[in-house]
């Protein structure tokens, strides 16, 4: 007789398959919902990279002033602080400031202008944002108001 009371108690005290498998669609559950939350927090995270380059690439600018006298034109782009312009203004002194042309967060090449679309007293840094393409409503600007 006491043998069977154990037994009793072992299963009564054990978890039925039917619950653990509740349990199991409950964690998925949270675990999905937790998970598409957390994918939006990556495109937010690529903006403030795109802002923390405008600046970085700013400063290699204002550098590339004082020692040309001048920023590069749009032609001679984000390409004069890796590699010396040929084309006229010529910079004064020149000094290679970047190793490559940088990329935003979506891989493409950012762009430059000078003088800039908003500020024609300043460059433009931009970004094609996310779509890749240049002229709609996803572009950064430097220009941009935060």
Do not use: H
């Amino acid at each position: 007789m006491k043998q069977k009371n154990t037994i009793r108690q072992r299963v009564a005290a054990g978890f039925t398959l039917l619950e653990m498998v509740i349990v199991l669609g409950i964690i998925a559950v949270l675990l999905g919902g937790s998970i598409a939350l957390i994918g939006g927090v990556g495109e937010g995270a690529k903006l403030q990279r795109v802002r923390a380059d405008f600046q970085s690439l700013s400063s290699a600018l204002k550098t590339y002033k004082i020692n040309a006298g001048n920023y590069p034109t749009t032609q001679q782009g984000l390409k004069a602080l890796v590699e010396k312009p040929t084309s006229t203004p010529k910079p004064r002194d020149w000094v290679k400031i970047a190793k490559s042309v940088p990329t935003d967060p979506w891989n493409n090449e950012y762009g430059y202008k000078f003088p800039g679309s908003k500020d024609p007293t300043e460059f433009e840094i931009f970004s094609k944002g996310p779509d890749g393409i240049q002229g709609n409503e996803d572009d950064k600007s430097s220009q941009d108001e935060e």
